[in-house]
């Protein structure tokens, strides 16, 4: 890896770049599933290839290979500088980028299980096993169960002299259960929707989540639903399950805090942001007992946003982003944090592989515990839904309007659970929806969720992000929304 | 770029080392660059090239598939011997069929070398008159150009090859003003097509007449979707028309298929043989795409299936399914849905109160049998009364059941193929929609 990336490097400068860095990364993914007693598909994929960044002429340019033989490097390599000098036809300002040291570093994320060495025939006992509690259900009319596992091993090197390697293992596992009934079709996740739970870890995070064990419920949950209340219209208080309010922190804070999206570089596809430049230290984006951080590190937790450096080589940090309610920091590249007369980026840049260039992308942005169980929280609720796993989610190109469905919720009344509801949706503004949260619940409660499939950029590109979340409570909140027409 | 010759190169490598009693592999080749420029500026130039080998094989009716992006010999042997591993540990399929023999396929020419050759320095000067057009009209511009060429081969041990390359090419422009904006997008195997000055103007005026939007209170209101905004949405509809998702009681034409469904004006089919169309004329396991007809005069009429699929319901196979192994089956990715002759100016010139909707944006499904959509407008929403477009409006949320919608089309403009972000291209008309629901307003 070191001697493509280093002749890369070396080809660009002396093509004229005043600033170049390249990844050499190797991506390795197994993916199992079954389907209705049957394995539904088992692969294995590998790619591999280099990815140089230049600036040259004040802009930037971009070009990656699968081809590691010296000529295509080269090639790769004079064609970014290339690239870079077309795009100074439209420069209005050369590239500036906030001053960095030179790292040269290893990092492998903690991993007591590789889950490659875990035997193929084992996770598909696995996945056949939870698939038969599930259809044991009468009524369950799918039953999908997955196991995904990849590993990410990954060079950069940067004319600055930084060299720094990189290995993430990554586990994901879950299963649906699907009811078909009359006119209906219901669905029931476990551990979370989108696959299930992710995290930077290996096949030990499978062994947590207890999937076997927590079928049978699941299973009998989809198949309730078909008998459960429609979900109200109206105003409520909403207690949000710490799944569902990861993914409201993901579409309501992590995405409008993504700096990029501020300046307009993402004008043309997913959009920008309301949280203008002015707004920083000043707006009150969330009730006072709201504290979010956007936080790489380790000792965060083993999420799908944790590393030791990001993909411009910068540190992996703890970005606070809301306290005590009051807006306070953005997601930044060097770039972005150079703009904005930042010293430093918050290292939040990466890309998804090789043959993309490293964006702004939510690390692992969380929602800090409070007090409290969740039982605790349903007791002090009078008149209320809590609502539990993603089923829909949408929200406008500056993020404020969001929409949200889940699979099922619960009917509170009294501090009492009083029915099974289905259907249920809600919506609002985002300012207005986090300044109205009054409860959170405490660390025993707190879970670390990963999102593996968030996109952006164009071309586009997926990548993995963190958020911890408890659950937690809203007051005055539009429910059942989506029905109501 | 792949050749032909070289794919079955690669493909004889793969049965040297694939001890299978059946062997398939897809070899693809991609070139590939994209220009991104927001703020009157190019932000991020972009090229890549590669390669990926997918080798599928069959044991004893165990079935696996492993992939790389490398071509040399130890890479080959590598993958192969990986498929094979994982294959073994399968439990057999006792429904798994054979692989297909060899197939005749129609030709379809989507590959131009002028779009294949294009340069970054020719897209930059492209971007940099689109930027002029912006400065001219005090307006921000953002957006891409991009193009490329890809290959691809798809070969098994029992004689099957097929081979299609394709050039790709887009040009999407967004034109930001203080307080509004406009966008416009097209793409087309043929960079010629593309006419990047004409959508800039085209975007830059949605902004400009859409300045100082104003507010409506949400409800049902008639609006006219242009083909961009009908595109998205109809990306939501269309992998229920598959065979394994209907069997499988996860499709919304569940209990439907036969049944007037949909008004009476709707005529959709897939057909990748269509002038306006892209994509292989061969399906992931290469048998020959088939036209469908899914929908006439409103009755669910045809739904496709992959080989598999069929031989599980007792259907014939069309040529619709994905690559083996996967969890879907099959999908429809080639409409072409029939119009009318009226023109938007005349729909908007019919309407006497009613939204003028560019395209649609972040739509996800709220329910899946009813098939209630949920999304916001976007980048050009106007108010029309009495017949004209009278200014611009704040954003709206919508929850449609798009069923619903398909019952309650009035108008159609001739189809032309669209582009939106949520789906596939697709050869669609602008329609006029009567009680269209919009549930609530952003503040842009």
Redesign the interface.
């Known amino acids: 890896m070191k001697d493509f990336a280093q002749r890369a490097l070396e080809t660009a400068r002396a093509r004229g770049a005043s600033y170049a860095d390249v990844r050499v990364t190797d991506i390795r993914q197994r993916y199992l599933s079954t389907k209705n007693g049957q394995p539904a598909q088992v692969r294995e994929s590998e790619s591999s290839g280099l990815g140089v960044r230049v600036v040259a002429e004040g802009a930037w340019g971009f070009a990656a290979t699968d081809d590691l033989s010296r000529a295509s490097v080269d090639r790769t390599a004079a064609q970014a500088v290339s690239i870079a000098q077309a795009s100074a036809l439209c420069q209005k300002h050369a590239v500036s980028l906030a001053p960095e040291t030179k790292v040269v570093d290893r990092w492998v994320a903690p991993c007591r299980l590789d889950p490659f060495t875990v035997p193929v025939s084992t996770c598909l006992d696995l996945l056949l096993k939870v698939d038969a509690e599930l259809r044991r259900v009468e009524g369950v009319t799918l039953a999908e169960a997955v196991l995904d596992f990849r590993r990410l091993e990954q060079l950069f090197v940067s004319s600055q002299g930084s060299e720094i390697y990189q290995v993430k293992t990554q586990t994901g596992a879950g299963f649906v259960a699907t009811s078909f009934l009359g006119n209906e079709i219901q669905r029931r996740s476990y551990p979370n929707s989108f696959g299930g739970q992710y995290q930077t870890k290996g096949y030990e995070l499978v062994e947590e989540l207890d999937l076997v064990g927590q079928a049978p419920r699941i299973a009998e949950e989809a198949v309730a639903l078909h008998r459960a209340a429609q979900c109200p219209s109206g105003v409520k208080d909403l207690i949000l399950g710490s799944g569902q309010l990861g993914l409201q922190i993901h579409e309501s804070i992590g995405h409008p805090i993504e700096l990029d999206r501020v300046l307009g570089s993402e004008a043309n596809y997913a959009g920008m942001s309301f949280l203008t430049l002015e707004k920083l230290g000043q707006l009150q984006y969330a009730s006072p007992i709201v504290n979010v951080v956007a936080d790489a590190t380790p000792a965060h937790g083993p999420g799908l946003g944790t590393f030791a450096y990001d993909d411009e080589g910068v540190p992996a940090q703890c970005t606070p982003i809301i306290k005590d309610g009051l807006f306070v920091g953005y997601l930044t590249s060097r770039e972005t944090a150079a703009a904005i007369g930042q010293p430093r980026s918050s290292g939040a840049m990466r890309a998804e592989a090789w043959n993309r260039i490293p964006l702004i992308r939510m690390t692992n942005v969380s929602l800090l515990p409070g007090q409290g169980t969740l039982e605790e929280l349903i007791a002090s609720t009078d008149d209320g839904i809590y609502m539990e796993t993603n089923r829909s989610w949408s929200i406008d190109d500056r993020r404020y309007n969001f929409q949200f469905g889940t699979e099922i919720g619960w009917e509170i009344k009294n501090g009492k659970v009083t029915r099974m509801l289905k259907n249920p949706t809600y919506a609002g503004i985002t300012t207005e929806f986090w300044n109205s949260c009054d409860a959170i619940c405490g660390f025993e409660a707190w879970t670390l969720w990963g999102t593996p499939n968030c996109g952006k950029g164009q071309p586009p590109q997926t990548m993995g992000t963190g958020h911890g979340a408890s659950p937690a409570r809203f007051r005055k909140v539009q429910v059942g929304v989506a029905y109501s027409g | 770029m792949l050749t032909r010759q070289h794919a079955e190169e690669i493909f004889a490598k793969v049965l040297k080392y694939s001890t299978a009693d059946e062997t398939e592999a897809i070899i693809s080749s991609t070139a590939?660059?994209?220009?991104?420029?927001?703020?009157?500026?190019?932000?991020?130039?972009?090229?890549?090239?590669?390669?990926?080998l997918?080798v599928r094989v069959v044991l004893d009716r165990r079935?696996?598939?492993?992939?790389?992006?490398?071509f040399d010999e130890a890479s080959i042997r590598q993958t192969c011997e990986?498929?094979l591993t994982?294959?073994r540990?399968?439990?057999p399929?006792p429904e798994l069929l054979p692989m297909p023999g060899p197939q005749t396929f129609r030709a379809v020419h989507r590959f131009h070398k002028e779009t294949a050759q294009l340069?970054?320095?020719a897209?930059?000067?492209t971007?940099?008159q689109v930027?002029a057009r912006a400065e001219k009209d005090g307006l921000?511009a953002?957006?891409?150009f991009?193009s490329g060429c890809f290959a691809m081969g798809l070969f098994n041990s029992r004689g099957l090859a097929a081979f299609h390359d394709e050039t790709v090419s887009e040009f999407?422009?967004?034109m930001?003003g203080e307080s509004s904006?406009g966008?416009a997008k097209k793409t087309s195997p043929n960079c010629r097509e593309l006419q990047p000055e004409a959508l800039a103007d085209r975007a830059a005026r949605k902004a400009l007449e859409s300045r100082e939007p104003r507010e409506i209170e949400p409800g049902?209101y008639t609006v006219i979707l242009e083909p961009a905004a009908v595109l998205d949405l109809l990306g939501y509809l269309f992998s229920d028309f598959a065979g394994l998702a209907i069997h499988?009681?996860?499709s919304?034409l569940?209990?439907r298929v036969g049944q007037q469904v949909f008004g009476a004006n709707i005529n959709v089919r897939d057909d990748v043989y269509h002038p306006r169309q892209s994509g292989a004329p061969f399906d992931g396991e290469g048998v020959p795409r088939q036209r469908v007809t899914l929908i006439e005069q409103g009755v669910v009429k045809g739904v496709v299936y992959a080989r598999q699929t069929a031989h599980k319901t007792g259907a014939e196979p069309t040529g619709h399914g994905l690559p083996l192994?996967?969890?879907i089956g099959e999908t429809p990715v080639n409409i072409v849905m029939e119009g009318g002759r009226t023109s938007i100016q005349e729909m908007i010139r019919s309407t006497k109160r009613g939204l003028l909707v560019t395209r649609l944006?972040?739509?996800?499904?709220?329910?899946?049998?009813?098939k209630?959509l949920?999304?916001?407008t976007?980048d050009g929403t106007f108010w029309i009364e009495d017949g004209k477009v009278q200014y611009g409006l704040r954003?709206l949320?919508f929850?449609?059941s798009i069923i619903e919608m398909l019952g309650q089309v009035e108008m159609m403009s001739p189809p032309e193929r669209a582009a939106g972000?949520e789906t596939f291209d697709m050869v669609v008309p602008a329609m006029k929609v009567r009680d269209f629901?919009f549930?609530?307003?952003?503040?842009?």
């Open positions: 590939y660059a994209l220009t991104r420029f927001a703020n009157n500026t190019i932000h991020q130039n972009v090229a890549e090239e590669g390669g990926a997918s079935m696996a598939r492993a992939s790389t992006n490398k990986a498929a994982l294959a540990l399968q439990p399929d340069t970054p320095q897209r930059a000067e971007v940099r930027i921000t953002a957006g891409i991009s999407s422009v967004t930001l904006s966008w049902k499988e009681k996860r919304c569940t209990g192994p996967n969890e944006w972040y739509i996800r499904e709220v329910d899946p049998y009813q209630i949920t999304g916001m976007r954003n949320r929850n449609q972000e629901s549930s609530s307003l952003t503040k842009f």
